[in-house]
């Protein structure tokens, strides 16, 4: 009930194309989910975060697409470009539960110019 | 401003001996994690700390230990390493009141 299932596991999509990575959970007591960007050699850090109670999330080129019924949340990354490439990881925490984050496995996305 | 800073970068240690990978945070978080990321399994929680003092097992502790005897010091040792330990390890730390997780660079170990 505590994991959070990524898919896909890697991604290639052309410059100025739509990349989409999805993720799911069970625990419906999860009510904070966020996205990470990590670069080779670096710490992941945050990219968007989205709580239950909004269906969408938008920054930038960046959306966050929340379904609670599904229980599935997505990234769509809008005109991807070759520096968007990085590996993405979604998460969840119940914010009351001393803010652990449960972990996608990670998606490592390449953008070809 | 340093933020998160973790050493060393790089380790190899030998079966059997011991190291302590060192994290200091200057943001004067609260809430501080230790997660080891292995490929294709995202990151797993080892130990959290919730303030100075206090320090909780997180998913996966075993042959780990750690302390925070201050808000900006979180250690996390390695007793009698194992190959098995052999992994990147991150450090993050939060503030509390907003849940915005901040990174260390990572400290790539291996264990041979």
């Known amino acids: 009930q505590q994991q959070v299932k990524q898919s896909p596991q890697s991604l290639i999509v052309q410059k100025g194309g739509i990349s989409i990575i999805n993720c799911a959970y069970e625990n419906t007591a999860f009510d904070y989910f966020p996205w990470y960007q990590q670069f080779p050699g670096k710490g992941p850090a945050l990219l968007i975060a989205i709580r239950p109670d909004v269906s969408e999330k938008k920054e930038g080129r960046f959306t966050i697409s929340f379904n609670k019924s599904a229980k599935q949340f997505s990234l769509h990354i809008m005109d991807s470009q070759p520096g968007d490439s990085a590996t993405y990881f979604c998460a969840a925490s119940i914010m009351d539960s001393n803010y652990q984050l449960i972990w996608g496995a990670g998606t490592k996305l390449i953008i070809k110019p | 401003n340093a933020g998160v800073t973790q050493t060393p970068k790089f380790r190899i240690l030998k079966i059997g001996q011991s190291m302590t990978l060192q994290c200091t945070q200057d943001?004067?978080?609260?809430?501080m994690y230790w997660y080891r990321q292995d490929p294709g399994m995202g990151l797993k929680l080892i130990y959290y700390?919730?303030?100075?003092?206090?320090?909780d097992k997180g998913e996966v502790p075993n042959g780990y230990n750690v302390s925070r005897s201050t808000t900006e010091d979180f250690p996390l040792r390695l007793e009698l390493a194992a190959p098995s330990q052999t992994s990147v390890y991150f450090c993050?730390?939060?503030?509390?009141?907003?849940?915005?997780?901040?990174f260390g660079q990572g400290t790539r170990l291996t264990v041979v």
């Open positions: 700390s919730v303030g100075a003092g206090i320090t």
């Open positions: 993050a730390s939060i503030t509390g009141v907003n849940t915005e997780a901040f």
């Open positions: 943001m004067n978080h609260n809430y």
